[in-house]
């Protein structure tokens, strides 16, 4: 079993629309969770971190944790074309001091 | 400006070469990270540091070498151990909470 899990698309939504994309994780002991955004050719860039159960939100974005569930979603609100990336979810296990990735899921904004 | 410097952009290498990777942070993070990308694929953890002087294997550790000398450096050396060194190299710093920032990465091409 993959330590963190992500379908890997193409997942298409159009402008406008809100986009979900979701990511499993087997380690019980993880505390802090991440998402990145990479564009194509480029290196990631953090856009959220969530380390306790719930949502939280940053303008259109919002990151959900279901420590429960090992189970973390990123939310994106009117989705633009500009948004088309492959979104990376990565995960620190608290006894290991090492961020571990996702291999990542593309999303594709219709115009 | 603060930030994450990697050098060079494009490399070539020749089979049995060694070759090094520079990472430079003046973002005064304790920890920093050497990553792997290949096409299509997630981010492998190769090394990672989090003082100075001491540095860990990461998943995919045979066949690079590191070094901790200063804070702010942290070279990656791919040695001719390695197999298979075509590949998208990143570094990366982190704040305590485990956010990490990456540099622009560095494209290993094996001739």
């Known amino acids: 079993q993959k330590e963190v899990e992500q379908n890997s698309g193409p997942l298409s939504v159009p402008e406008g629309a809100i986009a979900s994309l979701n990511c499993t994780y087997s380690?019980?002991?993880?505390?802090?969770f991440f998402w990145y955004r990479q564009y194509s050719g480029k290196s990631p860039e953090l856009i959220m971190s969530?380390?306790?159960?719930g949502d939280k939100e940053d303008g259109r974005f919002t990151a959900q944790l279901n420590k429960a569930s090992q189970y973390v979603s990123l939310l994106i609100r009117d989705s633009q074309p500009s948004d088309s990336a492959t979104y990376l979810c990565?995960?620190?296990?608290?006894?290991?001091?090492?961020?571990?990735f996702g291999t990542g899921t593309k999303l594709q904004v219709i115009p | 400006d603060g930030g994450i410097t990697q050098s060079p952009k494009y490399l070539f290498r020749k089979e049995g070469q060694n070759v090094t990777l520079s990472c430079e942070q003046n973002?005064?993070?304790?920890?920093m990270y050497w990553y792997r990308q290949d096409p299509g694929q997630g981010l492998r953890l190769i090394y990672y540091?989090?003082?100075?002087?001491?540095?860990q294997k990461g998943d995919i550790a045979e066949g690079y070498s590191v070094s901790r000398e200063k804070k702010e450096s942290f070279p990656l050396t791919v040695t001719s151990a390695q197999k298979n060194p075509t590949a998208f190299y990143l570094c990366?710093?982190?704040?305590?909470?485990?956010?990490?920032?990456f540099g622009e990465g560095s494209r290993l091409t094996v001739l």
């Open positions: 990366a710093s982190s704040t305590n909470s485990w956010e990490l920032f």
């Open positions: 990565a995960v620190n296990s608290g006894g290991y001091q090492k961020v571990t």
């Open positions: 973002l005064n993070h304790d920890a």
């Open positions: 969530i380390y306790s159960n």
């Open positions: 380690d019980r002991g993880s505390q802090s």
């Open positions: 540091s989090q003082i100075v002087n001491d540095f």
